[in-house]
């Protein structure tokens, strides 16, 4: 089925520990971002970016890096892991930022960081 | 960058009563304005949007919301929930290449 694919669904990683999370979508969507969904914070950017090779900061990037190198797939960077860093973690495409179709949203990964 | 403001963050009700919540956002730009639903333990599914035109909008599931640009509002009403809608309601307001959300309603219908 088409949609935006994360994976792994479920990790725990150690304090200090780099991790990758990955994303895919197979709908040529040029837009692509990462939140993270706290309790009681909603959900918050942390990059995203507007076509291959276009990345930028969102609300809340610091511990996190971003690359493009395709259309299809937007992986998120943990280069050393803090318990602050402990989530539920989204990504999310749409056709552009004129679309009207809206985003699509993966089905997420939670990350406990102990 | 935009903000987003939902309020009553914890909403309990029965089965049957109608639901409105609010919606308020800050940006000076042109906006699109989203409704999702998040079902415990599941992903965020699109419940309605505006974009332009009619400011009264209907979306899935008997929803519908309306955008008051003077008030910059865009709230989100059900007139008779079900227990089925017991989920988490996110508004989110995308401008200038973002989409930022609210913190969300929790909403939980007592059949």
């Known amino acids: 089925n088409a949609g935006v694919t994360q994976t792994p669904k479920f990790q725990v990683l150690k304090t200090g520990q780099s991790m990758t999370l990955q994303c895919a979508q197979d709908m040529n969507h040029e837009y692509m971002s990462w939140y993270r969904q706290d309790p009681g914070m909603g959900l918050r950017l942390i990059h995203y970016s507007v076509g291959a090779g276009i990345t930028d900061q969102g609300e809340v990037p610091n511990g996190y890096n971003v690359s493009r190198s395709t259309t299809e797939d937007f992986p998120l960077r943990l280069l050393s892991a803090a318990p602050s860093q402990t989530s539920v973690y989204f990504c999310?495409?749409?056709?552009?930022?004129?679309?009207?179709?809206?985003?699509?949203f993966g089905s997420g990964t939670r990350l406990t960081v102990v | 960058a935009q903000s987003v403001s939902q309020h009553n963050h914890h909403v309990i009700l029965s089965e049957a009563a109608s639901l409105e919540l609010g919606c308020n956002y800050s940006y000076g730009g042109t906006v699109n304005l989203f409704w999702y639903v998040q079902y415990p333990g599941q992903h965020l599914q699109l419940l309605l949007k505006y974009f332009s035109g009619d400011p009264l909008v209907k979306g899935i599931k008997g929803f519908e919301a309306e955008f008051i640009k003077s008030k910059f509002s865009f709230n989100l009403r059900k007139p008779s929930v079900q227990w089925s809608d017991t989920a988490e309601y996110f508004c989110?307001?995308?401008?200038?290449?973002?989409?930022?959300f609210g913190k969300g309603n929790q909403v939980v219908v007592i059949p």
């Open positions: 989110a307001v995308r401008g200038n290449n973002r989409l930022a």
């Open positions: 999310a495409s749409s056709s552009g930022v004129s679309s009207n179709y809206g985003y699509t």
